[in-house]
């Protein structure tokens, strides 16, 4: 059986290691709910905007707004990963090196680069591929002037014929136990399917062509936006929820190694009492 010194130095390690955990709990749980209440009230705007761009894009006649809707061969390809600067959240970083991986076998014989929003991406990534730029600092002070010029980098290198295709790999936030790998067309524009001539009965001032062209980077900085607020509060979500294991399996464990301790202790005091009991009947005899 373990010496009791070393069950007890187990023990104070594991009760360390649960009071670091706990706490990381908590502030991620904090957080969260901060995070999840941005990404919540983003969404209807962000998700309204989309659809009226896609609306008005569909029943342009004119060439408004064509630079970011050229679909042409694709060749060149471009992911933005999005993952976190820090890990100690569960698989949140790498289901995302999953998804690239996967994207990078279906482009097969195509070049693929990589962007990194987030450390864990930039550090992987760039072992075997070529990551362009690593923009970690953003989580830094997130907001939408920030992302605001890493979309207009990005569709600065489209527009220029650098990349045919840029497309978004982020995790989506669905509640704190869960989070859905999303991989998402950023460029070209996907023009909305079905039936849009709903929108021939308004008039628009100025023109629609001129509407599209400023809404046009308007909402493709908003998708960005909204896919790193995603990631964001999912990292929060899976963190707290990884601690939340930890916390308990770190109990499950101190409770063991109690009980460990104390049949040692027990069968310790066990045998010194034989050996006290066994010296008086030697004396006695």
Same mark, same amino acid.
């Given at each position: 059986?373990?010496?009791?010194?070393?069950?007890?130095?187990?023990?104070?390690?594991?009760?360390?290691?649960?009071?670091?955990?706990?706490?990381?709990?908590?502030?991620?749980?904090?957080?969260?709910?901060?995070?999840?209440?941005?990404?919540?009230?983003?969404?209807?705007?962000?998700?309204?905007?989309?659809?009226?761009?896609?609306?008005?894009?569909?029943?342009?006649?004119?060439?408004?707004?064509?630079?970011?809707?050229?679909?042409?061969?694709?060749?060149?390809?471009?992911?933005?990963?999005?993952?976190?600067?820090?890990?100690?959240?569960?698989?949140?970083?790498?289901?995302?090196?999953?998804?690239?991986?996967?994207?990078?076998?279906?482009?097969?014989?195509?070049?693929?680069?990589?962007?990194?929003?987030?450390?864990?991406?930039?550090?992987?990534?760039?072992?075997?591929?070529?990551?362009?730029?690593?923009?970690?600092?953003?989580?830094?002070?997130?907001?939408? +002037?920030?992302?605001?010029?890493?979309?207009?980098?990005?569709?600065?290198?489209?527009? %220029?014929?650098?990349?045919?295709?840029?497309?978004?790999?982020?995790?989506?936030?669905?509640?704190?136990?869960?989070?859905?790998?999303?991989?998402?067309?950023?460029?070209?524009?996907?023009?909305? %399917?079905?039936?849009?001539?709903?929108?021939?009965?308004?008039?628009?001032?100025?023109?629609?062509?001129?509407?599209?062209?400023?809404?046009?980077?308007?909402?493709?900085?908003?998708?960005?936006?909204?896919?790193?607020?995603?990631?964001?509060?999912?990292?929060?979500?899976?963190?707290?929820?990884?601690?939340?294991?930890?916390?308990?399996?770190?109990? +499950?464990?101190?409770?063991?190694?109690?009980?460990?301790?104390?049949?040692?202790?027990?069968?310790?005091?066990? &045998? *010194?009492?034989? %050996?006290?009991?066994?010296?008086? *009947?030697?004396? &006695?005899?």
């Amino acid at each position: 059986m373990a010496n009791l010194k070393e069950i007890r130095n187990r023990i104070a390690s594991v009760s360390s290691t649960m009071q670091i955990t706990s706490a990381m709990k908590m502030v991620s749980a904090a957080k969260l709910k901060k995070a999840q209440d941005a990404i919540t009230a983003m969404r209807p705007y962000s998700d309204k905007l989309t659809e009226l761009l896609q609306s008005l894009s569909a029943s342009l006649d004119g060439d408004a707004g064509s630079k970011f809707a050229d679909n042409r061969p694709v060749n060149k390809v471009l992911v933005v990963a999005i993952t976190s600067n820090r890990g100690l959240c569960g698989a949140f970083n790498t289901n995302i090196l999953k998804q690239c991986s996967t994207l990078l076998e279906s482009y097969e014989g195509k070049q693929v680069d990589f962007v990194a929003i987030g450390k864990k991406a930039a550090d992987s990534l760039s072992k075997q591929n070529t990551v362009l730029t690593n923009h970690s600092g953003v989580y830094d002070n997130l907001n939408f +002037e920030n992302v605001a010029e890493i979309a207009e980098g990005l569709m600065a290198r489209f527009t %220029e014929g650098e990349y045919d295709k840029i497309e978004l790999v982020y995790n989506k936030f669905k509640n704190a136990a869960t989070q859905i790998v999303m991989t998402e067309q950023f460029l070209p524009i996907v023009p909305m %399917e079905g039936d849009t001539s709903g929108a021939s009965d308004y008039i628009f001032e100025p023109s629609k062509p001129e509407i599209v062209a400023q809404l046009i980077p308007k909402s493709l900085k908003t998708q960005l936006f909204k896919a790193i607020r995603d990631s964001f509060a999912s990292e929060h979500g899976a963190r707290m929820t990884a601690m939340h294991k930890a916390t308990d399996n770190a109990t +499950e464990l101190r409770d063991q190694l109690k009980l460990t301790y104390n049949k040692a202790r027990q069968a310790a005091i066990t &045998n *010194e009492i034989l %050996e006290i009991v066994g010296g008086a *009947e030697a004396l &006695n005899n």
